[in-house]
């Protein structure tokens, strides 16, 4: 167990429908971020939050929202989904604003399907 | 914008022996910091080892070793006595100083074969 809980760990559902994916950093942590990894690929950057504001954003869509709440907890919001939102999405958490001690600590991802 | 490059999608090697893998990045800051990423059949991603760019000496931990070049801005992997469970994708990762998020490459897929 890493300590970065994320729920559900499978979801499916249909094209045009809207899920939320759930992140419980590790205790201590302050920063959290999400990445998205499509079938036998990197992982690509979406969004930062630090101590419940946003830090920084990456190629993240304009269907899909996130936020940091005051228990520090996180959400990912994905909405219009389409075929190719299929993918694993990763939460990861990091004590500081970024990841210069000790590297992120990840969740085991979120398998989302899109039918 | 900082970029990582795994120029090997695949790779095996025998159990017990030695393989290399590559990365390079670019990036035009003098500080940063290099990670690489292993990432089992179970998908989780776990830290293998880090190397802070401002350290001449390699960091190691186990059978990890790495090669940092700064100068050539390549950061390869060394996995020794190789195992079955190091069987996974290896992802290099980089980010500067200062708060940014991981830049990842796309990775390279290594075989352990028995």
């Known amino acids: 167990d890493s300590g970065v809980t994320q729920t559900p760990k499978h979801l499916i559902t249909a094209t045009g429908q809207r899920v939320t994916l759930r992140c419980s950093p590790r205790s201590g942590d302050l920063s959290v971020y999400w990445y998205q990894q499509s079938l036998d690929q990197g992982l690509q950057f979406l969004i930062q939050y630090y101590n419940g504001e946003e830090r920084a954003k990456g190629n993240i869509l304009e269907r899909f929202s996130a936020q940091q709440f005051p228990d520090l907890h996180s959400e990912l919001n994905l909405s219009s989904l389409e075929l190719g939102d299929s993918a694993l999405y990763f939460c990861?958490?990091?004590?500081?604003?970024?990841?210069?001690?000790?590297?992120?600590?990840f969740g085991s991802g979120t398998r989302l399907t899109v039918v | 914008a900082q970029t990582v490059t795994q120029s090997q999608p695949e790779m095996s090697v025998q159990e017990a022996e030695t393989v290399t893998l590559s990365c390079t990045y670019d990036?035009?800051?003098?500080?940063?910091?290099l990670f690489w990423y292993k990432q089992p059949p179970s998908r989780q991603m776990i830290l293998v080892i880090r190397?802070?760019?401002?350290?001449?000496q390699n960091a190691t931990e186990n059978r990890f070793s790495v090669n940092f070049q700064k100068a050539a801005k390549s950061f390869s992997l060394k996995i020794s006595d190789s195992q079955l469970g190091d069987t996974a994708m290896y992802f290099c990762a980089f980010t500067l100083l200062g708060n940014t998020p991981l830049v990842f490459g796309k990775g390279t897929r290594l075989s352990v074969i028995a």
């Open positions: 990036t035009s800051e003098s500080n940063y910091y």
């Open positions: 190397q802070e760019a401002y350290k001449q």
């Open positions: 990861a958490s990091s004590a500081g604003g970024g990841p210069k001690d000790y590297g992120y600590t």
